[in-house]
């Protein structure tokens, strides 16, 4: 038999996922994929029971139902202040998962080089190398995961052609303020180089820190690619639906892209969730109230039980610290809670390109008792887990 394909070799399965199979199979509380256990709005359920007896059950037009881009132009426009055309500037895709590959394909060739942010969401650097590009991967420096400008303009000097920005970030949570937004856009401009932006959690953002759009500041509208998700802000992870906002001229070859990728997201749940676009300001006050509340609650307990960890400026993870637990691996300390107290987590190590095995990552998207009882399981961790 003929070699398979070499760049599917460089990378793993997802480990975030993996640890989900792993819970499943440990009857564990689900911490590690960050997927709510509560229902969505209640008008996009009863809006999504209307759409099923509708005319919405065959393709939409491919770059996404033209109502959809006009209520995704119409949020950005009330957020962020800057306005994309939904004709010629907006793409709908198959979640945020599809939106960065096809803008990572849209602006990079194989040979290109790409700079990340470490720690950084998993998928990434798979994008990069099934686009057949080289990451360069700029370290967030714990606790506060701030960088260091002359090491991200050491990057931009080797030739990158892009740059994927998380924020708010998953792992870690941090929130870029405007002052280091402002370094990016300067060294994108000084080095010709494009965005790539991750935006999902841009509506979970934890008190005094405020979520700036990159693509908002001088000159940086023609350079970013604003990738976005509805999953987080609507609890619809499920329906799989994201989107892109760039410029016509990068607009056109993402829709290229996405076209043979995977021709059209779902139409009845386009339809649906326009609904949840339309919902008033007070909708977005009360998540952010009710994800700070999850926050505390978590993290408090956390703290009661003496376990150490981040605080997250936004989104919805906590990197706790195990080195006290003295494992030699954090996969190993991520199966064994599974598998002996019944909390999964996802090892640190699968976010960080440095050598870095302290952390596990939990997210707290989930209802209060079920946090409440995570905390109860984590009350027995010392005294199952320290070596």
């Known amino acids: ?10 990378f793993t399965d997802s480990v975030i996922r993996r640890m989900t199979r792993i819970a499943i199979e440990h009857n564990a509380i689900n911490l590690s994929q960050g997927f709510p256990d509560f229902d969505p709005p209640k008008a996009l359920i009863e809006r999504l029971k209307e759409v099923s007896d509708e005319d919405f059950h065959q393709y ?3 770059c996404g139902a033209l109502n959809l881009r006009k209520a995704l132009s119409d949020k950005q426009l009330h957020f962020s202040g800057m306005y994309y055309n939904p004709d010629d500037e907006i793409t709908v895709t198959c979640g945020s998962t599809e939106a960065m590959m096809a803008a990572m394909m849209s602006v990079t060739d194989p040979g290109d080089k790409v700079v990340i942010f470490s720690p950084f969401y998993e998928n990434y650097g798979a994008d990069t190398i099934l686009c057949g590009a080289t990451p360069i991967y700029v370290p967030l420096v714990p606790p506060n995961f701030n960088f260091d400008p002359s090491l991200l303009e050491d990057a931009f000097k080797q030739g990158a052609k892009a740059l ?6 998953n792992p870690c949570g941090k929130v870029f303020t405007k002052d280091e937004l402002e370094i990016i856009a300067f060294l994108a401009k000084k080095y010709d180089a494009y965005v790539i932006t991750d935006e999902v959690y841009e509506h979970i953002i934890y008190s005094p820190n405020k979520h700036t759009y990159l693509s908002t500041l001088d000159g940086m509208k023609e350079r970013t690619i604003c990738c976005s998700s509805l999953s987080k802000t609507y609890s619809i992870t499920g329906w799989r639906l994201g989107y892109t906002m760039a410029v016509p001229e990068i607009t056109d070859r993402i829709k290229k892209v996405h076209d043979f990728l995977t021709v059209g997201a779902a139409a009845p749940l386009q339809e649906a969730i326009i609904t ?16 700070t509340e ?3 609650l978590f993290l408090s307990g956390l703290d009661n039980l003496g376990l150490k960890h981040n605080d997250p400026e936004g989104a919805y993870y906590v990197l706790m610290d195990i080195s006290e637990f003295g494992y030699d691996s954090d996969l190993e300390f991520a199966i064994d809670m599974s598998k002996k107290v019944g909390v999964a987590a996802v090892p640190g190590s699968s976010f960080f390109k440095e050598e ?7 997210h707290f998207a989930k209802k209060n008792e079920t946090l409440i009882s995570a905390l109860d ?11």
Not at 276 to 291: A, K, V
Not at 356 to 362: G, L, M, P
Not at 382 to 387: G, I
């Open 1 to 10: 038999m003929r070699n398979l394909s070499d760049r599917s070799s460089h």
């Open 60 to 62: 939409s037009i491919t």
């Open 164 to 169: 994927i920005l998380c924020n708010p970030s």
């Open 276 to 291: 949840g676009l339309r919902f008033p300001n007070s909708y977005y006050e009360e998540l952010q109230n009710e994800y």
């Open 294 to 296: 999850k926050k505390n």
């Open 356 to 362: 870095e095995n302290r952390y596990v990552r939990f």
């Open 377 to 387: 399981r984590l009350a027995e961790l010392k005294s199952k887990l320290k070596k």
